[in-house]
T-cell receptor, first 116, second 115 residues
């Protein structure tokens, strides 16, 4: 199957700093990318959907100014957690899919963010 | 809005036991259905998917799922589990009429298989 690479796999940062997470589709053009957050012992919650070249669509309750998403090319989307706080500590996962209705979404390996 | 419900949050089985994990969804149109597995310390992997055609779908590692449209269900089954099947399993759905439609996940079922 197609490969989605997410980087970094884990990051520790201080409160108040910003962290950027990258999501790359390595062998296909990802017209749509999704960012999820997974809380401990809970399911994945969709944060936002981004289409290449346009603004991301955020789910209700997700602060767009705090979680900045950029989908500048067909192979790269970034999530920047701005002014991080300890409650932002979580597991963030991206997924990407191509333009066809029949394609599934492929997932990155996730990024564990710890804010201290 | 679409939603997915997985009824079993935790399942403990002995090796060679049969497995069935429930998944029900709600959506007003045609759906695509998926089961993903997350092994400890690893990323989500697709087990199987249903887009159209035969409602009995066979996936990797001996898993299968049956789409019953009248019941809005897509239960995952395996006739004989192994210790290596210990993982968390997620059912997911998206609308088939929009390629940009996001996946909605169920709450997940944590399976532990005792050797």
């Amino acid at each position: 199957g197609a490969v989605v690479s997410q980087h970094p796999s884990w990051v520790i940062c201080k409160s108040g700093t910003s962290v950027k997470i990258e999501c790359r589709s390595l062998d296909f053009q990802a017209t749509t990318m999704f960012w999820y957050r997974q809380f401990p012992k809970q399911s994945l919650m969709l944060m936002a959907t981004s289409n290449e070249g346009s603004k991301a669509t955020y789910e209700q309750g997700v602060e767009k100014d705090k979680f900045l998403i950029n989908h500048a090319s067909l192979t790269l989307s970034t999530l920047t957690v701005t002014s991080a706080h300890p409650e932002d500590s979580s597991f963030y996962i991206c997924s990407a899919r191509g333009p066809l209705l029949e394609t599934e979404a492929f997932f990155g390996q996730g990024t564990r963010l710890t804010v201290v | 809005a679409q939603s997915v419900s997985q009824h079993n949050h935790h399942v403990i089985l002995s090796e060679a036991a049969s497995l069935e994990l429930g998944c029900n969804y709600s959506y007003g149109g045609t759906v695509n259905l998926f089961w993903y597995v997350q092994y400890p310390g690893q990323h989500l992997q697709l087990l199987l998917k249903y887009f159209s055609g035969d409602p009995l779908v066979k996936g990797i590692k001996g898993f299968e799922a049956e789409f019953i449209k009248s019941k809005f269900s897509f239960n995952l089954r395996k006739p004989s589990v192994q210790w290596s099947d210990t993982a968390e399993y997620f059912c997911a759905v998206n609308g088939a009429d929009n390629a940009g439609n996001m996946l909605t996940f169920g709450g997940g079922t944590r399976l532990m298989v005792k050797p």
